[in-house]
């Protein structure tokens, strides 16, 4: 399964974005599933994650505080609100499914199933 993030685009410094992830053809089903994000010339990192129960979810520091994960089982998809954007924030947002590593990982390579993702933009 891919799952196919959405919601980017180009906003100000202070504003809010909500990203959407959908498995393509799939439902979300027991997936535990993370956002990362990549920015240029940087290595892809972690974000958040959140289970498939919805419950638990756990958060890069630098995020904390500003981003939310949620679940909507019945839209099929996984959400990251973003809040308070800064420039730093400029980068691909990819979701994924956690296959494996203990709950609390933050490694890429625990991750698949990626999609196409999304580009967030934030001016100053």
């Known amino acids: 399964v891919q799952l196919q993030a959405s919601g980017g685009g180009l906003v100000q410094a202070g504003a809010s974005l909500r990203l959407s992830c959908a498995p393509s053809?799939?439902?979300?089903?027991?997936?535990?599933l993370g956002w990362f994000r990549q920015a240029p010339g940087k290595e892809r990192e972690f974000v958040a994650a959140?289970?498939?129960?919805?419950?638990?979810?756990y958060y890069s520091e630098s995020v904390k505080g500003r981003f939310t994960i949620s679940r909507d089982d019945a839209q099929n998809t996984v959400y990251l609100q973003i809040d308070s954007l800064k420039p730093e924030d400029t980068a691909v947002y990819y979701c994924?499914?956690?296959?494996?590593?203990?709950?609390?990982?933050?490694?890429?390579?625990?991750?698949?199933?990626w999609g196409q993702g999304t580009l967030v933009t934030v001016s100053s």
């Open positions: 959140i289970r498939w129960t919805g419950e638990s979810p």
């Open positions: 053809g799939r439902t979300l089903g027991y997936y535990n």
């Open positions: 994924a499914r956690m296959y494996r590593g203990d709950w609390g990982t933050t490694s890429p390579a625990d991750f698949g199933s």
